[in-house]
């Protein structure tokens, strides 16, 4: 149980463009959804959390216009990044809280690269 | 207040002993201590979890020991083995909050 997809899995794109992925619980409803970015070798950096139905909080410092979150159910949530620059190149991973307090169950995570 | 400090940033062990990671925490309103297990490129996976009404939970290999007055939790692995190999972190959380993260522990377990 508590499985959370996100896809694509990687992707490449251009400068300037518009990227979207999109996390998945499959087999919970996820109340909340969390939105991170991971250098590598670093730890886990919060951009955002959304609620279903809500607008995503972001956390200080993170350009909520140039990453857009939606959470439109319970088992979808998508964050875009637009105008996407070399910069944003990363690796982007949700994940999904139901009603277990603090649990959090997190996506294979997404590698973006941007050319 | 809202950090966790997590150590060691690197650890070597051999197969079959024992591995051992430690976290420190501030926010004594945290309730929600976590473990993650992540290999490389893909998303971690929640190994183990203590609350802070228990001093010790095991599951498996891996144990989570609490130390509330301390503030410190630590995470064991018995009878480490080469696919033990990953990154683990600790992390910490009020309620249904955000959780905290450690700055990860990168684990190497030699055959």
């Known amino acids: 149980g508590a499985v959370v997809s996100q896809h694509p899995s990687w992707v490449i794109c251009k400068s300037g463009t518009s990227v979207k992925i999109e996390c998945r619980s499959l087999?919970?409803?996820?109340?909340?959804m969390f939105w991170y970015r991971q250098f590598p070798k670093q730890s886990l950096m919060l951009m955002a959390t959304?609620?279903?139905?809500?607008?995503?909080?972001?956390e200080q410092g993170v350009e909520k216009d140039k990453f857009l979150i939606n959470h439109a159910s319970l088992t979808l949530s998508t964050l875009t990044v637009t105008s996407a620059h070399p910069e944003d190149s990363s690796f982007y991973i949700c994940?999904?809280?139901?009603?277990?307090?603090?649990?959090?169950?997190f996506g294979p995570g997404t590698r973006l690269t941007v050319t | 207040q809202q950090q966790v400090k997590q150590s060691p940033q690197s650890l070597i062990v051999q197969k079959g002993g024992i591995s051992i990671i430690n976290c420190a925490y501030e926010n004594t309103a945290f309730d929600y201590f976590p473990w993650y297990q992540q290999f490389p490129g893909k998303g971690p996976a929640l190994l183990i979890a203590?609350?802070?009404?228990?001093s010790e939970k095991k599951e498996g290999r891996f144990t989570i020991s609490f130390n509330k007055s301390a503030k410190q939790f630590s995470l064991h692995i018995m009878d480490s083995q080469p696919g033990d190999s990953a990154t683990y972190f600790c992390?910490?959380?009020?309620?249904?909050?955000?959780?905290?993260f450690g700055q990860g522990t990168r684990l190497t377990i030699n055959p």
């Open positions: 994940s999904a809280s139901g009603t277990g307090i603090g649990e959090q169950y």
């Open positions: 203590i609350r802070p009404d228990v």
């Open positions: 087999d919970f409803q996820a109340t909340t």
């Open positions: 959304s609620n279903e139905g809500s607008k995503a909080t972001y």
């Open positions: 992390a910490a959380s009020m309620g249904a909050q955000k959780l905290v």
